[in-house]
């Protein structure tokens, strides 16, 4: 069982920079596959990256890749998404989830923390 709890968000202007931080708690975060969401208003849910359990090979999606970075401390059990290069279509609710070894889909999600980007 995990909980998660972003924060970060904030108001930031085209071309800035944000670092959104997800803490987590709960027992062996370590073994969790670890993503980050967002979703704008009007629109479905969308995937942006995930970093596994081993911190190998993080996969980004095109919307992002190039401009968000992931990591996680598995010692603090956080995970963080530098996003840089912010556009106004960044804008949006963004959510951690996690991911149990094995499973299917992502189990455990944050509350969510808005990101808006201002033109």
């Known amino acids: 069982q995990l909980e998660l709890e972003e924060f970060g968000g904030g108001l930031v202007q085209t071309g800035g920079s944000l670092r959104l931080s997800c803490s987590a708690s709960?027992?062996?975060?370590?073994?969790?596959?670890m993503a980050w969401f967002r979703q704008a208003p009007g629109k479905a849910r969308e995937f942006l990256v995930v970093?596994?359990?081993?911190?190998?090979?993080?996969y980004y999606a095109d919307s992002v890749r190039g401009r968000f970075t992931i990591s996680r401390d598995n010692a603090k059990a956080m995970v963080y998404l530098q996003m840089t290069n912010l556009k106004p279509d960044d804008t949006a609710v963004y959510y951690c989830?996690?991911?149990?070894?094995?499973?299917?889909?992502?189990?455990?999600w944050g509350q969510g923390t808005q990101v808006t980007v201002s033109s």
């Open positions: 970093i596994d359990r081993t911190l190998a090979n993080p």
């Open positions: 709960g027992l062996r975060f370590w073994s969790y596959d």
């Open positions: 989830a996690a991911r149990a070894q094995g499973g299917s889909g992502y189990a455990y």
